[in-house]
C-alpha cells in the first residue's frame, strides 16, 4: 500500500510504517511511529493488527495515524 502518512502530530518529523509479528504467534502487526528519535512518538506508538492479513494492518495503522489531530507544541 503506498498510502501517504501525515507528518508527527507533535514535532512534525516524517512518519514511518513498521511491520512486525507478536512473540507468541506469528501473528503480524503494523504501527506507525516518529522518525524523530528525540520526539515522544519515536518509541510510543499504538499496535493496530485486527486482521491476519499484513495489507489490512498497514491500511488500519495509516488510517489511524492520519485521523490524529496536530498537538500544539509546548515551549
Known amino acids: 500500500m503506498d498510502a501517504v ?3 508527527c502530530p507533535v514535532c ?9 509479528h507478536y512473540f507468541e504467534s506469528e501473528l503480524p502487526y503494523s504501527y506507525v511511529h ?12 499504538a499496535h493496530f493488527s485486527a486482521s491476519k ?3 489490512k494492518n498497514d491500511q488500519d495503522a495509516i488510517s489511524a495515524w ?5 498537538i500544539p507544541a509546548h515551549h
Do not use: F
Request: overall charge negative; aromatic content about 0%; hydrophobic content about 20%.
Open 5 to 7: 502518512l501525515k507528518p
Open 12 to 20: 512534525n518529523s516524517e512518519a514511518e510504517l513498521k511491520e512486525a
Open 34 to 45: 516518529c522518525t524523530n528519535e528525540g520526539c515522544t512518538l519515536n518509541h510510543n506508538a
Open 53 to 55: 492479513s499484513e495489507a
Open 66 to 70: 492520519n485521523k490524529r489531530e496536530q
